[in-house]
Every structure is written in C-alpha cells, then in structure tokens.
C-alpha cells in the first residue's frame, strides 16, 4: 500500500513539474525552429537569434531592462538591507508598525494598484514618464523583498560577534563591514538577484509608469505578441530565460563561496 501511494504521490509531482516546464522547454525548443510558423517544425536554425542583432527595437528594450534591473537591484539592495536593520537591532521603537506596514505593503498590494499609485504621484509632481520614474518604482517595489530576505537572516545573527569587534576597538562602521556583512552576505545577494530579476520580469507597473521611447523588453514582447507570436519572440523568451538562469546559478556560487570562507574562518 506505501509503494503504491509513493509511486502515486511521484507521478502527481511529476505531472505538476511537467505543467510547469514543459512549456519553457518548448519555447527554447521552438526558439530553434528554422520554420517561420511557430506550430510547424522545419528543422534546427539559430536564424532568429541572428535576426534579433538585426533588430533596434529589441535591443533597445533589452538594454533598457537590464539596465533599470541592475540599478534597482543595487538601489533596492542597499535600502531593503537598511530598512531590515532598523527593524531588527532597534527593537519596538515608537512607528515601528507604521515603518514595517510600509515596507511590506507591496508585497500584499497588486500590482495593478501600486502602478497606478505610482503613476498618480508621477502626475501630481509633474514629473515626466520615462527611464527614472521606472527606475524609482521598480526600486519601491523590490526593496520590500530584500529587506525581507535581509531580515531572516538578521533574526538568527548572533549580536555578541559584533559585541567583540568593539571591544576590540572597531567602529561601527567598521564592524559592519567586516563583521556584519561578511555573515550576511549570502542573503544580501539573494535579495539583489531577487529584485533584479522581478525587475527584468516586470510588465504590470512598468506600463504604467514608464513613458515614450522607454519601452521595456517584457512591454516589446507583450506588442508583438498581440500581432502573433513569432519564432523570433521564442528566441527572446529563451535570452531571457537563460539570463535569470545564469544569474541563480551565479548566486548559488558566490552563497558557496561566501559559506566555505565563514567555514574556513570557524575553524
């Protein structure tokens, strides 16, 4: 009866991870389609990635998005990983509730509502849609996960190592960053990746708050696709697949990087 409900509760997750990737993996697949309908295969060809040099707009859209990634990402970063501090070294302070429900609303907050939001805020300060109002959204709305990542880590740190460093005569500010961010370093780089790839995968609030000529490359996806979806926009999917790919497995090395070393140092 056990093996047979085993073999029943694998093939159950089997069929729900095959829901999941299945789909990704026809997209990569069909990405090398050298046929122009996407439903018929004509045979392996990597002429759609050729054709994506050839393409401005495309690689317009992708820089714009990695590059508002990359600086929300840091921006993100560095205030989640602040804020994350204040709600864990100093207690039960006076706001303490009011500063965590403002960290933590967009994580409850659709999306729609917060772009919306944004862009009203844009409106009533006059302030014209385009790279930077994308880029302050996009880090409104990533720091919140950072400081959440931040935070769990922080929950477990033992205190008395900094305690030691300033007995010993650092600063704070040197404890800090020999001391604190050595230690918290793997979940502070958990939470770069994670706001840089929200970032990168973001269409909802980037629709609203991002203006003419800063068309980001989830925005030139979704356009073209609403003409008919093209082995060219299989090979995008693809690039973007294998971008956050590289970036989890760029961050599951330095996490191992940064373990051995506090190991090393233990002993």
């Known amino acids: ?97 009011v500063f965590s429900s403002l960290i933590y609303a967009p994580l409850v907050m659709p999306e729609v509502i917060m772009g919306l939001s944004l862009l009203l805020l844009f409106v009533a300060i006059d302030m014209d849609r385009g790279f930077w109002t994308l880029l302050i959204a996009h880090t409104t709305f990533g720091l919140c996960f950072v400081a959440i990542v931040v935070n769990a880590k922080l929950a477990g740190f033992d205190r008395s190592l900094e305690e030691a460093a300033r007995d010993l005569g650092a600063s704070p500010v040197a404890t800090f960053f020999q001391v604190t961010l050595p230690i918290i370093a793997p979940s502070v780089i958990a939470g770069f990746l994670l706001a840089f790839t ?31 979806v093209t082995p060219e926009i299989n090979a995008i999917s693809t690039l973007m697949i294998g971008t956050v790919l590289a970036l989890v497995l760029f961050g599951f090395a330095l996490t191992r990087a940064f373990g051995g070393r506090q190991a090393s140092g233990r002993a």
């Open 1 to 97: 009866m056990t093996g047979t409900l085993r073999k029943r509760d694998v093939a159950i997750l089997l069929a729900g991870f095959g829901f999941l990737y299945v789909p990704i993996a026809l997209v990569i697949i069909y990405s090398f389609n050298a046929s122009k309908l996407v439903t018929v295969w004509g045979g392996w060809s990597t002429r759609w990635y050729g054709s994506l040099l050839d393409n401005a707009q495309v690689l317009d859209s992708a820089w714009l998005s990695l590059k508002v990634a990359f600086l929300s990402g840091v921006l993100s970063t560095i205030l989640g990983t602040m804020a994350a501090l204040v709600l864990s070294r100093y207690g039960r302070f006076r706001g303490r509730l």
């Open 198 to 228: 929200i970032s990168l995968d973001d269409f909802v609030i980037a629709s609203f708050t991002t203006g003419p000529g800063a068309t980001t490359l989830p925005m030139r996806i979704y356009s073209q696709v609403r003409l008919g």
